[in-house]
């Protein structure tokens, strides 16, 4: 149901394209993990813009990556791994991945704590974790950017995809308490809205 929507949902596939686009601009080259990969939109569109990276999609259903699986086969995408599995234990190797991100699945973690201590241990040294997730609710300048960028049909959509998925969605004030609780793990963190409808949370390993 979620990868139908999402494949006819302008909305959430710019989401994953924007996401896909600052993957690409942070790394040239070594392993990004897409944490939730689900229908595998982000996979897709950076092993196809970059072969020199070593994309993995982790999800911990199995049909989501059986749809991945089929939307890689359709772009003939060679460069990217799925794996059926838990972020709250992976079979990765430590200090193995250059950056992760989980685009709009932060909120399916059943215990963060513990997805953040898998992550700390299968980063490499300078590692990055982006967790993007639905603003709580849509700023003048998300709006701005919606109504910029969509038909008239598109933007009576957005606010009711916003309101459908509104029990995940977080603010910025609580992106900043959940890093707060990281900060003597990760010697870097940051949280920030975006101009389109997301909070975007960054966690580094030094």
């Known amino acids: ?15 994953y394209d924007a996401a ?12 990004v993990l897409d944490v939730g990969t689900g229908p595998g939109y982000l996979p897709t569109k950076v092993a196809l813009s ?16 059986r749809i991945s699986r089929k939307k890689l086969g359709e772009n003939h995408v060679e460069n990217v791994q799925l794996i059926v599995g838990d972020i709250e234990k992976t ?10 991100v989980a685009t709009l699945s932060f909120h399916h973690w059943a215990s963060p704590a513990r997805a953040f201590e898998e992550l700390f241990r299968i980063l490499k040294q300078k590692g990055e974790i982006w967790i993007y997730e639905l603003k709580g609710k ?3 300048q998300s709006k701005a950017w919606i109504k910029r960028n969509y038909n008239i049909i598109a933007r009576a ?42 909070v975007k949370m960054v966690l580094i390993k030094t």
């Open 1 to 15: 149901m979620y990868a139908c929507l999402a494949k006819r949902t302008p909305i959430l596939k710019d989401f």
């Open 157 to 198: 959509v957005a606010p009711a995809i916003m309101k459908m998925e509104g029990g995940h969605a977080i603010t910025l004030e609580q992106a900043e308490s959940i890093l707060e609780e990281y900060k003597g793990k990760f010697t870097q963190i940051s949280a920030q809205e975006l101009e389109l409808p997301l």
């Open 91 to 100: 079979a990765l190797a430590d200090e193995s991945v250059d950056l992760a």
């Open 138 to 140: 849509l700023t003048p």
């Open 20 to 31: 896909a686009e600052e993957v690409l601009k942070k790394l040239s080259s070594g392993t």
């Open 50 to 65: 970059n072969s020199c990276l070593n994309v993995l999609g982790l999800d911990i259903s199995k049909d989501m990556i």
